[in-house]
């Protein structure tokens, strides 16, 4: 009975496992035809096809590399348990077939195959107990990219160019139609690395510079599920791959550069920017020169784009944390920041003074003497800001128990340069709010130090008389030098035009 049943299995050579020369193409077409073959076989082995049948159209159509002699549509309960990784390689060929899904009704018997064979494979590595051989590896590697990577269209793109250049408005989000088939493609890649039963010395082979880099790339896609997914998935092989740890932080800083300097349009920066929040916590002590690089070239530098409210959140989270790692770097920090601070922008200047905050109550007193008064002539510039906005969100810093004691050991330079801008703010602001937080923090002020307060108060007055003398002065300069220009002769066909500026001689004269 066996002699007779093993005359009808397919005599095939076996070749091994390995990667093709054309990369993923021919793994895909035989896997279309299998899987359009597959499905005109009954459930359950019924209507007159007989087991050997199925294995002969399977290896018809999957070479023996691939599918080992062994039919994909196998549970792997019904296996030995040294076959396993073996149809585990022949499952993987078979999801090597990737589907139109804009419609629904296409393929859709097929696409029921492949999500099956899907989900039996992520089960697998889930209750795995042994090492995966490197020829699984492969497999695995190969299927991954056949069935993530790729170009997103050009109407894909534009999309993102909109959503991302308005300041932090954030449209209604655009999702993927094939996302519940990539779902388990992402769900195995991250079981996948994320297994005990892979070796790092192996898979690195495999899951090299280029599959990480063409990884990266999708972090610009639209779909928020799938950028979440990409998260963690990267998140996971920083940790497996200790030996690809520079190469990703030097390709997520080229993503960076990119933005910032060119494009400004990148959908991923938030989660690669959360990612990275773990990855500083992690750094060793005492930090090394290519951090702080990253720090001052990369993180800094992401303050400049309009769409920074987008990433703030985690952007802040990065800076603090090399604070925490290391505070000396305050001072330098805020200074940085404070090159991009914006001119026009009101709700960019709202959110830079709440991440200026937050980093001042981490920052020392050394520290903060390095950069106080370069800051606080940005904060009373703020102060006295049209938008109310503005001036609320820099008066409400006086809140903050740690500033305050900060700015009451520095009240000698601090008090000079904010002392004046409230001043005015009482005089001059229309908002009814910004002149009771006004009100509040020169009462905090004159509690303080009274007898200084007084004395910015007195020298703010002195100096406002004085520039009304000058500004009355020069009025009247002016105003000699318009009718005494008026006066002058028009010689041949020269125009001139009251009010124009008279030549050098006659200004002399009059002054």
Known sequence: MWKQFLSKLPRTKSTGAGRGDDGFDSGQCSANNAIQRATSVPSGGGGGRSASAIKRMSSAVFPSSVVAGIEPLVAFKDVPSSERQSLFVSKLGLCCAVFDFTDPSKSSAEKDIKRQALLDLIDFVDTNTGRFSEAVIAACARTLAVNLFRVFPPSYRSGSSSSSTNEGDE?????????????????????????????????KKYFDHSFIVRLLNLLDSEDPRERDA????????????????????????????????????????????????????????????????????????????????????????????????????????????????????????????????????????????????????????????????????????????????????NRQAIMPIIVPALEHNSQT???????SLTANVMKLFSDMDDELCSECLTKYKEDEENQASLEEKRRSTWARLESAAALQPVTGHTAVLVGHLPSANLIATLI
């Open 429 to 435: 602001h229309w908002n009814q709010a910004v002149l």
């Open 171 to 203: 449209d209604e989000p655009t999702f993927d139609p094939a996302w519940c088939h990539l779902q388990l493609v992402y769900e195995l890649l991250l079981k996948f690395v994320g297994s005990n039963s892979l070796d790092a010395k192996l898979g």
């Open 230 to 409: 990409l998260k963690t998935i990267l998140h996971r092989i920083y940790g497996k791959f200790m030996v690809h740890r520079p190469f990703i932080r030097k390709a997520v800083s080229n993503i960076f550069y990119h933005f910032v300097f060119e494009t400004q349009r990148h959908n991923g920066v938030a989660e690669l920017l959360e990612v990275f929040g773990s990855v500083i916590s992690g750094f060793a002590l005492p930090l090394k020169e290519e951090h702080k690089i990253f720090l001052w070239k990369v993180l800094i530098p992401l303050h400049k784009p309009k769409s920074v409210g987008v990433y703030l959140q985690q952007l802040t989270y990065c800076v603090t944390q090399f604070l925490e790692k290391d505070p000396k770097l305050a001072g330098s920090i805020v200074l940085g920041i404070l090159r991009y601070w914006p001119v026009t922008n009101s709700q960019k200047e709202v959110m830079f003074l709440s991440e200026i905050e937050e980093i001042l109550e981490a920052t020392s007193m050394v520290e903060f003497q390095k950069c106080m008064v370069p800051l606080f002539r940005r904060i009373a510039h703020c102060i006295n800001s049209s938008h109310f906005q503005v001036a609320e969100r820099a008066l409400f810093m006086w809140n903050n128990d740690h500033i305050i004691s900060l700015i009451a050991q």
